[in-house]
Structure formats: C-alpha cells, structure tokens
C-alpha cells in the first residue's frame, strides 16, 4: 500500500490495531455487551469533544464544558422534578446550554478576550450557578418525579442499542456533514488558518466564534441531559475535568490546537480510543490511579507520532 | 579617506526565483555616516540583512579591517561590533529600559545574581551620553517611538558596536524627535563609529550622510561623496534604468465614472480625491508607508473613514466591513499574500472560493460539483499550475499563489478591483501572464486600482498614476504626462517648482 493512504488511516489502524491488542489480553473485549457497553460510555465525552472539535478548529478551547454539562443537567431534573413536559425541559436544557457558550462566544469575540480566560469565566461562574441552583445537592429523579420518557434518553435501548450511541452517531454525522458540506464548515477551517485573511475575504469573523462556542455549549448541554437521564440525577460536581477528555480526543484525531487542520472523523477515533483504553484498562484490573498515567502516557505518544509526520 | 573599516565586495544573494543582489558594492567608513539609497525592493533590506549575518551571501567578499570574513550568523556580527536598529524596534515593552539594553548580557555577582546596581548605572551613563532624560528603571512601553529607539542605540553601544545600521530611522519619529536624533547621529560620528544610514527622505541624507551608495534592482548604480550631489542626480541614480520588460498596456474606450472618492481622511491617508472609470487602470505610486495600501483598506472596508464620501456609480455608498465591499463591487487583493491575502493550510479551491461560497449553494449545502468545475474554469484560465484544485496553497509558487489571490477576488464578480503590489514576490515569467490578465480584465470593462512600488509596471501599465506622500496624494499623472523622475519627486516630497 502506498506510504500516503497509509498515513491518511493511520489513527483508525493504531485504533483497530489497538483493539486487537486489548482483545489479546482479555477475551471479554470483543464480546458484544462489551462493545456496546464501550460505546456508550465513549458517547458523553465523544458529544463533547465532537463540539470541542468546532472551537478548536478556529483556534480556540473551550474549558466551559463540564459546568455546561453539569448546569444543564441540574436544569433539565428540575423541570422534570417540578412536572414540565420532558420535550420542553430537555429543549430549554439544549437553549441553556447554548446561550452559555454564546457568553463565552461575546467575551471572546467582543470583547477580545482569550478562549482560555473566556471559556474559564464561563466555566467558573457556571458551577457556581449550578451549586447555587441545587443548593450544592443533586436532584434527585425519583418516584412519582421521574418521567420514563426521560430516564430513556440515557439508559434506554433501541435494537438492543443504547440510546446514547444513537445519539453519538447523529452528532457526528450532522457535525460531519457541517464542516465538510456547509459554508458554515469552510469559514471555521478558514478561521482556524488565518483570521487575517479570513477578515480581508468577508466573513463575519465574530459571528462565526460565537456560533462554534454555541455548538459546542449547545453539545455540552446534551451530554448534560444524557447523563442525568441515565442515573436519574444531576450531580452539580459533575462533568469536573470532562474538558480535558475532550481536548484529549480532539488533539488525537489529529486536529490541531493552532486551529484550521483536523476533522471531525479524526475526533470520534480520539474518543474511541480513549474509550477503549478506559474500558480495557477496567477489564485487566488496573487500578484507576493507574489508569490515568497510562491515559497520559498514550495521548504522549500519539501527539509525538504525529509531530514527527510533520 | 583613509581605507574603510568594513567592505562589502561583490556582494550576490539569490533567493528561489529572484536574484536579489548582483555584484553590490558597500564601503563603511569610520567617522563617517553612508547613506543607502534605493527604491523599494532594491535589495537594501537584503544586503543589511548579510551584513548583519541573518543571511549569508552567495558570492562576494566581506572585509572587516583589512581582512576578510565570514559570518555564520547574527552573532559574529554583534561579536565584531556591528549593531543594527531596525524600522521594526526590537524592545521587550514590559521590561525596564536597564533590562531592555543588556537583555541577554546582564552583569552578575560572584553568586550569579543579577547586579542591578551596576546594570542600571551602566544604563544611566549610556542614557546621559545620548541625551535621554529618562530614568532606566522606567519600563520601555511607556516611552514614545523616539524614545525607543534611543534605547535601541544605548544598546548597539552597550555592545561596543563599531558599526551601526539605521533602517529608516526617522519613519516613525516627529519632527522634534528627528532633530535629537540626528544629533546623536552627530555625537556618533565624532565618536568614530561607521554608520550606515537607510532612508527614502533625500532631505535627510542631504544633511546628515557625508557618502551615498545607490542599488537598483539588486545592482550597485553607485558611490559618490553627497557634497558632489544633488537631488535631480541622485533621483536619475534610483530610477534611471530602461523599461526593459514588456507592458502590453492596451488602449481601451473608457467608460462611465465607477469610483467617485471625494476628501476621504482618516488617521492614515488625508483628502483623498479621485475619479476611476470603467475600463481603466489607476496606478497608484508612493513609498512604503505612504497611506497606499491604507487608502485601499479604506476603500475595502477594513479601515474605517472618518471623513469622506465614496460613490460607486453615481451611488453614495457606505463600506464599513469587506462584506460590505464585497457585496458593493469592490474586491481588494493584499500586498501580503502569506499574511493576509492566503490561508495557507487549506487547498487551492478552498481559498479561491472563499469570498463566493453563497454562489455555490444548493439548498444549505455546497456544490462540489459546481465548485469544482468553477475552481477548474479559472485553474484553467488563469494559467494556474497545479497538480489539483485540492492541492494545499502552500505548496503553490509564488506566481501561483498570487493568481489564486487574483482570482479569488475576480470569483465575487466586482466592478472594481484592487490590486495591491500584484507582482511582489512573483518570477518573471508569472508576472507577464499577470498583466496579461490585468489586460483582460481591463478589456471587460472592469475598473482597476495598482497599488505598485515599481516604477516599471506603473509606467507600463496604468492610464492614469497617482502618488502617494505622507498619507496625500502628492501627484496626478496622466500616462501621457508620467515619466518616472516626475513620479519619484512627488514620491519623496519635492514640490513641483
């Protein structure tokens, strides 16, 4: 095979061969359970990430998240909690979400702010929110305050599949079709390249920052809804630390923390792999202090590998 | 004149496509302040930077007190004592004075801690020998643009320079920070340090500089003593070469007004007045930092007028955002390719089609299809050499990225067209196709604003030329009346007598 085409899938062979190693070491990998078990714990970080995916292609980062997650979560239990109709609390959770990133969105593009800083503002004032709303409890979904139709969104089955996965799939396919078949896509690669010249060619540069902070709230938001479906509670200490899983996956699909260089293809790999490596590391009985240094050490090597190509 | 310290000998540097400098010549005496003279882009730049060690000559001689050297690097010039301050100053704003002169070199203690002490009487006596009135505890970013560069001095000192390169000292500087200036220049001329003074202001050089040495197009015109000068010889010495290359400028019945500008200010470019028809190429000449590619910016949107009115069409319009111009008819091709004009990570079809991605839309989505066949008609057309319209920009020549620049522009179908130095950075042959072009736009009727430095593709190319001085328009020539000693003296600032 000619050395380009190998480069190109390079991440799905170290993903596939990755795999295969793990399968070696436990034969309960490849068994289906395990797959679907794999996938739908990949699903929260791969939505997040798949919006971190949009900030960090226009050069940006988004910290904000985790508070995200965990804001919009406590907000969708207490619609529920209070008797809303589940459609209307998990689409005024969605609207939360992305109006929080279009706060960070103005900070950044308005008021010429670092992502960094903005995104931790957010990020700060937004857990406060969240332990302020929930009076520092979760809220709880139980008795005759939980909705089955909710609950479903994060624990229920289709085909035997996990509702999450399915949602993963979407998220992708639409963030897919978005950046590679849209005006939307090529202004926020053109961004990413050259904000300069992207200025000089027209493009309303501070529209395009606000919308990927919004998509990538908006993105954080449902995590926040599916994980609080799936155990019929809204920690507000939830979602610490998911940032960095999530710029984890986005930096080993590949793309590039400069900005204007990676996809979103690259994006689902990274979370697969940290997925798995989570979910292999469980399998042998390593011990999650371990697993950490490992997670660490793994993301090292793929930055390396890639560096050198360049 | 006893023998000079430093002597440059032949000097040739080839870059990709360009042949940069051919067999120049450099002597640097001490005592004595050497102006270096040239039009933009006529290798000065380049030769300080060899004489600097930033690059290393490809043919030639160096020789330093009688014997010749080499220089590896930035460092063997400063270890020999040659300093240079450039336009762009180099100082670490939020450090001190103190700090900002001996960065990199400051005296130590036996414990290798930093003496201030020391450091900062070292300033003080550097300071007080150049006049600066400033303590050397204050942080260099609350000095003025004059100040600074007084800093850069105290460090080319502080360094035991014996030669010291000025390039375009005064660009930045008031009035008043001029004269300090010139009088430590003075200061610096007693003290027997070789100067090599750059600048475009022919006052000065009268009246600061005792020798002058010429470049044009890479070459070395000359080296005379100034008091064997005037102005009128030293301006045929910058431009007095023949139109050796071919412009095919093209007669064409002129249209109706496309571009009216009327008394357009702002913090750059001041009263600007001028008229634009279709079918009509206006050359704008002007030295660098004359408000040339600030008056286009104004035009595109991207700086904002203060005062002014421009009609397009008889239409009084407001542009405030390239969109806005975009959407108005004017499409603007930058001077800097790498910086503002390209983005370089992404493929020829993403950069041409990035101004007009709406034209290629079909229901929310983009037409590959479409884009595609429109991205390969101009590939085509325009000559482009690639291997694909997928091909990374980056990996394009120069020639080549600049067509796609063009054609980007041309992609959003505009009435006007500015093109700001069209041919910078392009080889020979890729220039020529590029006029062709401008022709062939010219023929359709579109107007075109030429932002150019040089005096060759101005002549050959525009209808009418104006100049640029000091952010005004200094001068309006037909093509009929132009000649390129007219041009450079309203370039310069010399009012017609």
């Known amino acids: 095979m000619n050395k380009k085409v190998l480069m190109k899938f390079k991440s799905i062979i170290g993903l596939v061969v990755f795999s295969f190693i793990v399968s070696l070491l436990s034969p309960r990998f490849l068994t289906l359970p395990n797959i679907l078990n794999v996938l739908r714990q990949t699903s929260i970080n791969s939505i997040i990430a798949a919006g971190m995916t949009f900030v960090i292609l226009t050069g940006g980062i988004d910290l904000s998240v985790g508070s995200i997650l965990a804001f919009s979560g406590a907000v969708s239990a207490y619609l529920i909690s209070s008797g809303v109709n589940v459609l209307l609390a998990v689409v005024m959770a969605l609207v939360i979400g992305a109006l929080a990133g279009c706060f960070s969105g103005i900070i950044i593009s308005k008021g010429k702010v670092q992502p960094f800083i903005a ?10 929110a969240t332990l302020v709303f929930s009076d520092g409890k979760p809220i709880t979904l139980a008795g005759d305050k939980t909705s089955e139709v909710f609950s479903n969104i994060g624990g229920g089955y289709f085909l035997k599949i996990p509702i999450p996965v399915y949602l993963m799939v979407l998220v992708f396919i639409v963030s897919y079709y978005v950046l590679t078949q849209t005006r939307m896509g090529r202004y926020i690669y053109a961004l990413g390249g050259n904000e300069e010249a992207s200025k000089l060619s027209g493009l309303k540069v501070s529209n395009i920052k606000l919308s990927v902070y919004a998509i990538s709230g908006f993105l954080a938001a449902l995590a926040g809804i599916i994980t609080t479906s799936r155990i019929s509670s809204a920690d507000p200490n939830a979602g610490i630390g998911y940032e960095l899983d999530a710029i984890a996956a986005v930096v080993l699909g590949g793309t590039s923390l400069a900005g204007g260089a990676g996809s979103i293809l690259g994006t689902i790999i990274g979370a697969l792999i940290i997925g798995i490596l989570n979910n292999a590391l469980n399998l042998l009985n390593v011990s999650s202090y371990y697993q950490m240094i490992a997670k660490g050490a793994v993301i090292l090597i793929a930055v390396l590998s890639d560096r050198k190509e360049k | 004149m006893n023998k000079p310290i430093f002597e440059m000998k032949g000097i040739v540097k080839e870059f990709p496509g360009v042949k940069a400098l051919d067999g120049v010549d450099l002597k640097i005496h001490q005592g004595r302040v050497m102006a270096l003279l040239g039009e933009n882009g006529a290798g000065k730049s380049t030769l300080m930077k060899i004489l600097s060690g930033v690059y290393q000559k490809d043919q030639g001689q160096l020789i330093y007190e009688g014997e010749e050297i080499h220089l590896k690097g930035p460092k063997d010039a ?5 300093s240079i301050i450039h336009q762009e100053l180099n100082l670490i704003p939020h450090l001190t004075i103190g700090e900002n002169i001996f960065l990199g070199r400051e005296p130590v203690n036996k414990f290798k801690k930093i003496d201030w002490k020391k450091l900062y009487e070292d300033s003080e006596k550097l300071l007080k020998k150049l006049k600066v009135d400033k303590d050397p505890r204050q942080k260099v970013s609350q000095l003025s643009v004059g100040e600074q560069q007084m800093i850069e001095i105290a460090k080319a000192l502080s360094l035991h320079a014996k030669i010291i390169i000025m ?3 005064t660009d930045a500087l008031t009035k008043k920070e001029t004269e300090s200036l010139f009088e430590v220049i003075d200061e610096l001329r007693k003290d027997e340090k070789g100067i090599v003074y ?16 010429v470049l044009r197009d890479g070459r070395f015109i000359g080296e005379d003593e100034v008091k064997n000068l005037d102005e009128n010889k030293l301006i045929e010495m910058m431009v007095g070469r023949k139109l050796t290359e071919q412009f095919p400028r093209i007669e064409v019945k002129k249209g109706e007004l496309a571009l009216e500008v009327k008394n357009l200010s702002n913090e750059y470019i001041k009263d600007i007045h001028f008229t634009l028809r279709k079918g009509e190429i206006l050359g704008i000449s002007g030295l660098m930092a004359s408000g040339r590619t600030e008056l286009a910016k104004t035009l595109y949107g991207v700086i904002q007028k203060i005062s002014g009115e421009i009609y397009i069409e008889g239409k009084k319009v407001e542009i405030k955002s390239p969109q806005q111009a975009l959407q108005k008819g004017i499409a ?7 910086g503002e004009g390209l983005i370089l990570g ?5 950069n041409m089609t990035i101004c007009s991605l709406e034209k290629f839309e079909e229901s929310l989505r983009i037409s590959s299809k479409k884009e595609k066949e429109a991205v390969k008609r101009y590939i085509g057309h325009m000559n482009i050499k690639t291997p694909s319209e997928n091909q990374k920009i980056k990996n394009l020549s120069g020639g080549n990225q600049q067509k796609v620049s063009i054609a980007k522009g041309l992609m959003t179908k505009p009435k006007i067209l500015i093109l700001d130095e069209p041919t910078r950075g392009v080889d020979v042959g890729a220039k020529k196709e590029i006029y062709d072009l401008i022709n062939e736009f010219k023929k359709e009727g579109m107007s075109i604003i030429m932002i150019s430095s040089e005096m060759p593709e101005v002549l050959g190319m525009s209808d009418r030329i104006l100049v640029m001085y000091q952010g005004r328009i200094s001068g309006e020539f037909s093509i009929e009346d132009a000649s390129q000693e007219k041009i450079m003296k309203c370039a310069v600032g010399i009012k017609e007598a």
């Not at chain 2, 475009?200 to 040495?213: G, N």
């Not at chain 2, 603007?332 to 790498?338: G, I, P």
């Not at chain 2, 992404?346 to 993403?350: G, M, N, P, Y």
């Open chain 1, 119 to 128: 995104t931790l503002v957010t990020m700060t004032v937004l857990r406060g």
């Open chain 2, 78 to 82: 400063q270890d020999l004592g040659i």
């Open chain 2, 167 to 169: 390039d375009e000292p």
């Open chain 2, 198 to 213: 750059i600048s475009h202001r022919l006052e000065e050089i009268f009246r600061m500089c005792d020798d002058v040495t």
């Open chain 2, 332 to 338: 603007y091709v930058s001077e800097d390719r790498k």
């Open chain 2, 346 to 350: 992404l493929s020829v079809k993403e």
